[in-house]
């Protein structure tokens, strides 16, 4: 191993392919918010996930209902922004829209 680069430490999923709360299946986009939230969009698990520092497990914070075309659904997320209002806008790829969420920090 090259010494100039340093070894990754493990921050979400990890526990092998799968829909549990500690695995993501094709993450396409990840952000970090102010409070060092780690939110990642789990592409073919169609939901949004979030990771406290150091956390085991993540929790669903948007999606989580199926693939779908439901406000409350998504169809592979792929990227992820927030605004001032600390509002989360998801690029929900395969539904061809961008959906605006209010984050419950919670």
Same mark, same amino acid.
């Given at each position: 191993?090259? #010494?100039?680069?340093? =070894? +990754?430490?493990? /921050?979400?999923? &990890?526990? *092998?392919l %799968?829909?549990?709360? @500690? !695995?993501?299946?094709?993450?396409?986009?990840v952000?970090?918010?102010?409070?060092d939230?780690?939110?990642?969009?789990?592409?073919?698990?169609?939901r949004?996930?979030?990771?406290? #520092?150091?956390?085991? =497990? +993540?929790?669903? /914070?948007v999606g &989580?209902? *199926?693939? %779908?075309?439901e406000? @409350? !659904?998504l169809?592979?997320?792929?990227?992820?922004?927030?605004?001032?209002?600390y509002?989360?806008y998801?690029?929900?790829?395969?539904?061809?829209?961008v959906?605006?969420f209010?984050?419950?920090?919670?």
């Amino acid at each position: 191993m090259d #010494k100039r680069y340093k =070894k +990754g430490i493990l /921050v979400a999923g &990890g526990q *092998g392919l %799968g829909a549990g709360l @500690n !695995q993501l299946t094709f993450p396409l986009g990840v952000i970090v918010d102010q409070f060092d939230f780690v939110y990642v969009a789990d592409g073919h698990n169609h939901r949004i996930m979030r990771w406290t #520092k150091g956390a085991a =497990k +993540g929790s669903i /914070v948007v999606g &989580g209902n *199926g693939q %779908g075309k439901e406000p @409350n !659904q998504l169809d592979t997320p792929e990227d992820l922004s927030f605004d001032e209002e600390y509002n989360l806008y998801v690029n929900d790829a395969e539904n061809c829209r961008v959906q605006k969420f209010a984050v419950d920090l919670n």
